[in-house]
């Protein structure tokens, strides 16, 4: 007999970030015009200027905030903080 509670685990779409020659894969949970909420599986330091690689479109972005939990890092991504900055 099926569980009827058991729910299907969210399929989130993938994306990577790159810093100091590193590629590291992540899931999308959220993107919303300038800011992107992004989960990476790995340990390790990330730093406050990385790109952002989607869909072949590269952005750079600036960690406004990080969270460790049992997942994994949360990363929460300003994709406009970089780009003012470069302007400036």
Same mark, same amino acid.
């Given at each position: 007999?099926?569980? $009827?509670?058991?729910?299907?685990?969210? *399929?989130? *779409? *993938? #994306?990577?970030?790159?810093? /100091?020659?590193?590629?590291?894969?992540? #899931? %999308?949970?959220?993107?919303?015009?300038?800011?992107?909420?992004?989960?990476?599986? *790995?340990?390790?330091?990330?730093? /406050?200027? @990385?790109?952002?690689?989607?869909?072949?479109?590269?952005?750079?972005?600036? %960690? #406004?905030?990080? $969270?460790?939990?049992?997942?994994?890092?949360?990363?929460?991504? /300003?994709?406009?903080?970089?780009?003012?900055? @470069?302007?400036?």
């Amino acid at each position: 007999m099926a569980n $009827k509670h058991f729910n299907q685990a969210p *399929t989130h *779409t *993938t #994306a990577s970030i790159r810093f /100091d020659g590193e590629v590291v894969p992540c #899931a %999308v949970l959220s993107l919303a015009g300038s800011a992107a909420h992004v989960r990476v599986f *790995t340990t390790g330091r990330v730093p /406050d200027e @990385i790109a952002f690689v989607q869909d072949g479109a590269d952005h750079r972005a600036q %960690v #406004a905030l990080r $969270k460790q939990g049992p997942l994994g890092l949360d990363l929460w991504l /300003d994709l406009h903080a970089a780009r003012d900055a @470069i302007a400036a």
